[in-house]
């Protein structure tokens, strides 16, 4: 793509080089990264379809996107739960698969003890999506992030101001293993859980650009569950729940790590019927919905 064009031939050459790329929805794709390219919203983008097409990005994003750079990454955002979050090549890019975390959690909380909000804790929060997602539901509530990177940390804490949570939310510098003080009325975890040998057959987006620390859950993807497992007892207040998310075809090996715990597993689906998440109480406590409003609404 050369010379003066306009934007209706950048977007038809666009779309040309992410379709030759394998782009599934290469039209829409190129028209995303237009808009993101030139500063303007779709509808004006489409407007003015005849406007020559000033200097931008916008070759070297179809570029990188022809490269299967995630279009996440290189238009910086990502919607979850109905709300917009930055995203960086050093999280794990949201995806609408998670949100039965976020619905399951809701649905299984606690009531809120008598004085306070619900406390919640979010390990390996990464864009904070999860966290941020509940504290949007919960005007009570108050959250910890915790995340072993740095950049990650910094982002979701970007992402916390920006959604207007920043003072209810914190976040932390660490690893699961780090002492944490206090017990917590929730806490929700998106594990790396994907088995190592399996990563490389995965989409080029997620293989090749997505943190391999986000994905690598060890030989059977369930490491970071062994890991989690025995720090809940002391991590949880009475009463409280935790929601992992897993792998399709883990929910009976993870049921199976949860009871040598001492915890009931109970299974949650996502859209397209897969066992998804797990909501995890210490064996014997009825396991009864809807009590959590947190002071938020229940989905």
């Known amino acids: 793509m ?35 390219a030139l500063g303007v919203d779709a509808a004006t983008l489409l407007a003015d379809r005849a406007a020559p097409l000033a200097a931008s990005d916008y070759h070297r994003l179809i570029e990188r996107r022809a490269a299967r750079v995630p279009l996440a990454y290189l238009l910086g955002t990502r919607e979850f739960w109905s709300l917009p979050f930055a995203v960086s090549p050093a999280t794990l890019i949201p995806r ?10 809701l649905a299984a909380a606690p009531a809120p003890p008598s004085g306070r ?33 740095p950049s ?5 804490a970007g992402n916390a101001a920006a959604l207007g949570l920043a003072g209810r939310a914190a976040f932390l510098c660490a690893d699961w293993d780090a002492a944490l003080r206090g017990r917590f009325d929730v806490i929700v975890a998106n594990p790396p859980y994907i088995p190592r040998d399996t990563i490389a057959a995965l989409m ?8 391999a620390s986000a994905l690598n859950g060890g030989a059977d ?62 064996a014997g406590t009825p396991g009864e919905e809807g009590g959590g409003t947190g002071g938020g609404t229940q989905v």
């Open 2 to 36: 050369g010379g003066a064009v306009t934007r209706a031939a950048a977007l038809d050459w666009g779309a040309a080089r992410l379709a030759e790329a394998g782009i599934d929805t290469p039209r829409l794709e190129a028209r995303l990264l237009l808009a993101h």
């Open 96 to 105: 609408p698969d998670s949100e039965t975390v976020v619905e399951a959690a």
């Open 117 to 149: 909000g619900l406390r919640v804790l979010d390990l390996g929060t990464g864009t904070g999506c999860l966290l941020l997602s509940l504290l949007s539901e919960w005007p009570d509530a108050w959250g910890l992030g915790v995340d072993v990177v």
């Open 152 to 156: 990650a940390c910094a982002l979701a």
């Open 204 to 211: 080029p987006e997620v293989a090749r650009h997505e943190p």
């Open 221 to 282: 993807g369930l490491d970071p569950y062994r890991r989690l497992l025995p720090t809940l007892s002391a991590l949880l207040a009475p009463g409280g729940v935790a929601v992992f998310e897993h792998g399709a075809d883990q929910a009976a090996a993870l049921a199976d790590l949860a009871a040598r715990w001492g915890f009931d597993a109970d299974p949650r689906r996502d859209l397209a019927g897969l066992a998804r998440a797990v909501v995890l109480r210490p």
